[in-house]
């Protein structure tokens, strides 16, 4: 059983509203790097049963794809709270990915929203 939760347009908005911290992985199935990226992301997510690991196969949800302006794969997103915190394409290693997940654990999401805030606020005048 796959410990990771396939995303898809009718899904995607419920899973990132229901579960606080989600993380993502674009992929496709003819991407040779994701192919590699798979078992270590597999890897993560059963290190970490306290977080959703999911997958958006941009073949077959371009739409998704497009909405977050996927330009490469693999991409992986976290999401926290229903912020994007990270964003990064790239396979990634198992050192550097459980790196990148610690690093998500740790942010301090009020802080993270009032950077966000300010920099709307900047953005609008």
């Known amino acids: 059983m796959s410990s990771t939760v396939e995303l898809t347009k ?3 908005d419920q899973t990132v509203a229901e579960n606080d911290f989600v993380l993502i992985d674009f992929w496709a199935s003819w991407c040779g790097p994701c192919r590699q990226f798979a078992p270590v992301y597999e890897q993560a997510a059963e290190a970490n049963p ?3 690991f999911a997958k958006v196969d941009t073949e077959a949800q371009p739409e998704l794809a497009a909405a977050f302006e996927i330009q490469s794969i693999p991409t992986l997103m976290i999401v ?3 912020v994007a915190v990270y964003a990064q394409p790239g396979a990634l290693p198992e050192a550097a990915l459980a790196d990148i997940i610690g690093q998500a654990r740790n942010l301090d999401m009020d802080e993270v929203r009032k950077s966000i805030a300010a920099q709307e ?4 005048q």
Not at 121 to 124: R, S, T, V
């Open 10 to 12: 009718e899904n995607f």
């Open 50 to 52: 306290d977080l959703v």
């Open 80 to 82: 926290r709270d229903r």
């Open 121 to 124: 606020g900047n953005a609008a």
